[in-house]
């Protein structure tokens, strides 16, 4: 007689089907579903197709997986993910045949698939350094599993993604009898690109962790240099290469993004017009000139800066261009002379990625009249412009962040402040610029308010 | 713009200019990390000025000489490697057919950021019979092409020499700024004086370029003469410069009636390396 267990989270749309294929398997006595808090109907359904339901106290797959085991009225037991429709035909039977048969006490379902990414390239090779009684399993990850609870009881759950290589290499352990069995073709949505690193890192935590304390495993002191040492050298080797496929677009704001300048619109709604061009006129340091002009906003709510941003027209095709540039793979960022109050909400409207300026501080929310220069403005001995203070700085940072070759920027600017930043870039764009220097040093110059050209260069 | 190299090509022809290049190359490769391309191209003709691929008709004689070159190549690719300090490599690889056109498609297709050839003493003959034209192979592939001969062995360019002409060079100022950052260097801009004061509007515009992008020492010079090469050329004897770049252009000629009939560039009168570079820049 077998129990089978579903930790499911949100899979309302697959449930029923996997808790009926349960139930039409005649050594199946009873179905669990362990409902992970699911924010759908998940549970509703589980229960009109017949399973018993239980909530799970605390979200994540570990804990629904052990309070299965404790709810389960069978020795045997088997483990199936809700979001699988259909299983195989015999997946139950297979799982559970070397179980019945006294072959195996745990038993791992493996099933015809592309290979997966964090298994070949982190599970795998963990493993055969550090379990190489395991190396040989296909897919270690699997979470169709089946074995006996007498073991199950014995175990520490993790409650992430080493959950499965967790119980795998628990059971070896323990020196149960591991089997891997073939179930047959699933079609399964590989994780999102997004999820792969949580993973890795999960997987790779469970994999090392179950080393500790086990003499079995004998890490000697070389086995850990030798592995820091391939791990250090292949970040090394994929950070290098891989940074030649990455490509990113970066805009000024004021005069580019916008059809004005910022402080502009500032000094002619708050009345700091003649004084701000005085400023201008006679102050040439531009760490002081944007220390002097922030303290013009003092006092100034938060509100009232966004209201004026608000004002400023924006180039009318920018957003079909951030998302074109987007569909290309570009990552997509404004470096700006500005505020990062503002060119943060210039990122929200326009869809891009990251935005690096000057930060006015705020007390209460109204400005101090303090400005605030990040780090990365100011230049290093990396710095390949040399400048002490520089657009060219922030690129470098978002460059060095996003993993990106500086010959693999496209920069846009509309002022003698952008030439360095347009200069270094892999492709440099003058904006309606009036500056001819800058026009010079650029590979495009568009005179048209109008950002569509520069996709030719993209 | 280049922040730095990534592969240098060396055409090798199995002369003893080779050598020279190859030692550059790996000067500059083991300042910027990249790695070294020596490439030979198999080139016969059935005859002399007769166009047509000596391997048409001897196959077997063509495969053979391919074979050779390889194995010569594996010895030098051995020889300098052991030279080579920082991360990268050297590759090799033998090519068959016109060498002017097949290193331009190896330059595209692995994407070179410069060239180095070793340069003998002028000679008429040698220049007509060499497979690699610098000024085609620099028009031809956009990138910069360094021409250094047995005098040009030295292991910095502490002084890079910048000749402008009637436009701002930004091709080179990019690449002399990126030399310049490296190698600590100062660049001298050389311009002639003209009547018009135009000479000197171009050189101010072309040191604040330099100074926008970059905190380089950079003087401006205007020299006083009718050839531009010529004074430049004079001018970096003066000041004992290490590297003169220039652009591809007749300016760039030497003076006398010999030397514009052969188009003899400053880069074959010099004994300091001379980097050529194409202007490339884009206008919409």
Known sequence: ?458 | MPNRLYNILVPVTFSGRDKWAMAKAVELANNFNCNIHFVHVVHKYIAPLIPVEASVFTPYESHADRMDSYELLKHMAAVYKAQLCGNGKIEISVLEGNAGKKLADYIRQYDMDMVIVGLSRFNLLQRILSSVSISKLARRTSIPVLAVGSAGLICHFKKIILPVHEEVPLGRIKLATMLARTFKSTIYMLTLRKENNAAEKILNEALEIVQSISTIPVQGIILEGKNLAKSTLDFAKRINADLIMINPLKEFNLPGWWNRLTKKLLTYGSKIPVITVEKNVQQS
């Open chain 1, 1 to 458: 007689m077998l129990t089978v267990i579903i930790p499911a989270l949100n899979e309302g749309k697959t449930i029923a089907s996997v808790v009926k294929f349960c139930l039409a398997e005649p050594l199946v006595t009873e179905v669990i579903v362990v409902d992970d808090n699911s924010e759908d109907n998940t549970a509703i359904i589980a229960r009109e197709a017949g399973a018993k339901v239980i909530v799970s106290k605390i979200r994540g797959k570990g804990f629904s997986m052990k309070e299965g085991v404790e709810e389960s009225k069978n020795e045997l037991l088997v483990f199936l993910d809700g979001d699988i429709d259909p299983y195989p035909e015999g997946t139950i039977k297979n799982l559970t045949a070397p179980l019945l048969t006294d072959e195996a006490d745990f038993v791992k379902g493996a099933f015809a698939r592309n290979a997966g990414r964090v298994t070949e390239l982190v599970a795998k090779p963990l493993l055969n350094i550090l379990f190489p009684g395991l190396a040989h399993f296909s897919q270690p990850l699997s979470g169709m599993i089946a074995g006996r609870k007498s073991f199950f009881k014995k175990i520490e759950f993790f409650n992430d993604y080493g959950v499965d290589i967790g119980i795998l290499i628990d059971m070896y352990l323990m020196k149960a009898r591991v089997k891997e069995i073939n179930i047959g073709y699933i079609e399964n949505k590989s994780k999102p690109w997004e999820a792969l690193g949580k993973m890795s890192k999960e997987v790779s935590r469970a994999i090392i962790s179950k080393t500790q304390g086990q003499p079995a495993a004998g890490l000697t002191e070389e086995d850990v240099f030798s592995m820091e040492t391939i791990n250090r050298e292949m970040n090394k080797v994929l950070k290098e290469e891989l940074s030649g496929f990455h490509k990113m677009a970066v805009f000024d704001m004021d005069d580019t993004i916008l059809k004005g300048r910022f402080i502009d619109e500032c000094a002619k709604a708050f009345g700091f017009m003649p004084v701000l061009q005085d400023l201008r006129a006679a102050e040439k340091d531009p760490i002081i000139l944007t220390k002097r002009i922030g303290l013009m906003l003092k006092g100034k709510t938060m509100d009232d800066l966004l209201n004026v941003a608000e004002r400023i027209e924006m180039v009318d095709d920018i957003k079909e261009v951030v998302q074109s540039l987007k569909g290309k793979k570009y990552i997509v960022g404004i470096i700006s002379s500005s505020y990062t109050l503002i060119t943060n909400y210039v990122k929200q409207k326009i869809g891009a990625d990251f935005s690096l300026a000057y930060n006015q501080e705020f007390i209460e929310g109204r400005a101090s009249g303090e400005v605030n220069l990040p780090s990365y403005f100011f230049g290093s001995p990396e710095s390949v412009c040399g400048h002490s203070f520089c657009k060219t700085n922030a690129l470098q940072y978002a460059c060095e962040k996003y993993n990106v070759r500086m010959e693999n920027c496209i920069a846009i600017g509309d002022s003698k402040d952008d030439r360095c930043m347009v200069g270094h870039a892999g492709k440099g764009i003058a904006f309606c610029s009036n500056d001819s220097l800058l026009e010079k040093i650029a590979d495009l110059s568009i005179r048209k308010k109008s950002f569509e050209s520069l996709l030719s260069l993209a």
